[in-house]
């Protein structure tokens, strides 16, 4: 099994940035994909961005230039760099991670094994 706990959400105006921590324990392996989904109110959980171990990453297109995916195999932990921020992305985020040596498609696609709680990021206009 692998606990996810996700940090760094809260509430900010828009156009500014705040970095998602994701730490990873217990049966983590660096060849797992690991990832961040969302979901607003009213709305399904949806792909936001991915990164597996090469680090080949993947974003959606409507956070493509303003958030950044990355990753420290020493510390179990991905992050979520999010900038310029806008009210639609007001959202729970979720860290989302997969067992070891499946392809980033399959996570990106909802496939997921393992999530987190959530962390709520509220953008302000």
């Known amino acids: 099994q692998v606990q996810l706990v996700e940090s760094g959400g809260g509430l900010v105006q828009a156009g500014a940035s705040l970095r998602l921590s994701c730490a990873a324990s217990g049966r983590t392996d660096r060849s797992s994909t690991m990832g961040w989904f969302r979901q607003a109110p009213g709305k399904e959980r949806e792909i936001v961005a991915a990164?597996?171990?090469?680090?080949?990453?993947y974003y959606a297109d409507s956070v493509k230039g303003r958030f950044t995916i990355s990753r420290d195999f020493a510390k179990n932990t991905v992050y979520l760099q999010m900038n310029s921020l806008k009210s639609e992305d007001t959202a729970v985020y979720y860290c989302a991670a997969d067992e070891a040596s499946k392809p980033i498609s399959a996570l990106i696609r909802g496939g997921v094994d393992y999530w987190g709680k959530g962390t709520l990021v509220t953008v302000s206009s």
């Open positions: 990164i597996d171990w090469s680090p080949t990453t």
